[in-house]
């Protein structure tokens, strides 16, 4: 089977490679496909949680997106080193659902990884577009991976 895991650049994505790595077995995976889309003329860069902080500031000088997904392809490809399948690096351009799911469909892929809310703003958005979107319109199984529920405070009452 093969696994295309998408990656934004967040932690929350490199959260769900590993919740794959977690259960899947890797006997029955022939290949793992990283994908990340960079938006073209996007207003907010690509998301480089996951590279060291001092190479994250000489980038965003430089403003260069593909620097950054590239970074994050090599770091979600990195947990599956030695685990077993064929791993494969892909950058695409373009509408990030529209283009997971059309990779999805070219690789003929067996399960869609994504994460959920990796860059959302608030905690009302869980799921996040992207997400919504790959799971509605993937043309196969969909392991939406949420972010841990944060603990909320519970408001004392005064009783009296």
Known sequence: ????????GSRQSL???R?????????????????????PLAAVAFADELSGTEQRSVDSEMGSFRESAQRALDV??????????????????GSPANEIIKAAKQLDAGLLVVAAGGRGI??????????????????????????PQRKRRLATRKRG
């Open 15 to 17: 959260a769900a490679a």
């Open 19 to 39: 919740k794959l790595k977690s259960f899947a077995d890797p006997t029955k995976v022939t290949d793992v496909s990283i994908v990340a889309v960079i938006r």
């Open 76 to 93: 979600v490809a990195g947990e599956f080193d030695g685990w077993g399948p064929r791993v494969h690096k892909r950058l695409r351009s």
């Open 1 to 8: 089977m093969h696994v295309l895991i998408a990656t934004d």
């Open 122 to 147: 608030t905690d009302t958005v869980r799921v996040g577009s992207t997400a919504q979107r790959v799971q509605h319109y993937a043309p196969c199984p969909v392991l939406v991976v949420r972010p």
